[in-house]
């Protein structure tokens, strides 16, 4: 009886167990493609032909485009995080110090990712959508058919627009969060002006604006990457374009999120 039981147990595991190595192996498989595809483009960033008009043309609807959403959330986060800040300083009488720790959480942590949120979830999640849907009417398949390489045209003028203007939209962020937080702190807390202005460019350094600037140059690289890489990867009509948009954008802010705490401990340890 025992020996019928264990009979019927055993397709179970090793059914589990051969499921559990293709996730393995397809894991693997992925990343290699990844790895290859991210070396494509960077043999093409280097190789002609440089196409300079695609690039100015995605440098204007990356970052004039988004420029609006980036004042308007900049604004706002500044507003609210000085409130937060407020709150809590006013207990201590050291409200003048809301404008130096909200401009340091802004340049070193908030003012890059919250701006490279909000660039995947409008210009990321555009770049994989028209490329897949591109891929899916095999306008790529004809692009190659032409002697053109999909990854040149479409994937390198991109990326490169992405890096060159997402350090751009975050000073922006930073300059409009201060603002808001300077609104906050001015108008409901009574802070002198002065007091607010000195705390900031005594406490806020250089190298505070520059480490939140360098993390947005390697957002946008994660973003315009993985949104391309989705993009040609799509396949199955309508469905397809809107599966490889989803994943693309859930994959980039993932992906952000690790190598924002990898960055963090980095720069604070050096």
């Known amino acids: 009886m025992s020996e019928a039981v264990s009979a019927k147990k055993l397709p179970a595991a090793v059914s589990a167990v051969e499921w559990l190595g293709r996730g393995i192996i397809g894991m693997y498989a992925e990343w290699l493609y990844f790895v290859r595809f991210v070396r494509q483009v960077g043999v093409w960033t280097v190789r002609r032909p440089h196409r300079v008009g695609l690039l100015f043309t995605h440098m204007e609807f990356i970052g004039n485009q988004s420029l609006n959403i980036v004042i308007g959330a900049g604004i706002a986060v500044g507003a609210v995080f000085g409130l937060q800040i407020g709150a809590i300083f006013v207990v201590f009488r050291a409200e003048s110090m809301m404008g130096a720790a909200t401009g340091k959480a802004l340049c070193q942590e908030l003012a890059p990712l919250i ?19 591109m891929k899916v009417n095999e306008q790529v398949d004809a692009m190659e058919a032409m002697a053109t390489d999909p990854i040149s045209y ?69 973003m315009a990457v993985i949104c391309c890489r989705y993009g040609l ?9 809107g599966i490889a948009t989803t994943n693309a954008v859930v994959v980039t802010l993932l992906a952000m999120l690790a190598v924002d705490v990898v960055l963090t401990y980095f720069q604070i340890m050096w």
């Open 115 to 133: 701006t490279a949120i909000l660039i995947t979830g409008r210009a990321g999640a555009a770049m994989t959508a028209e490329i897949a849907t």
């Open 154 to 222: 479409l994937v390198v003028p991109r990326v490169l627009a992405s890096m060159l203007i997402m350090p751009l939209l975050c000073s922006v962020f930073i300059f409009t969060g201060v603002l808001g937080s300077f609104l906050a702190g001015t108008l409901l807390f009574h802070v002198d002006e002065g007091l607010f202005v000195q705390k900031i460019t005594t406490l806020v350094t250089s190298k505070d604006i520059w480490r939140g600037l360098s993390k947005a140059f390697v957002f946008a690289a994660i």
């Open 233 to 241: 990867r799509a396949s199955g009509g309508a469905k397809g374009v």
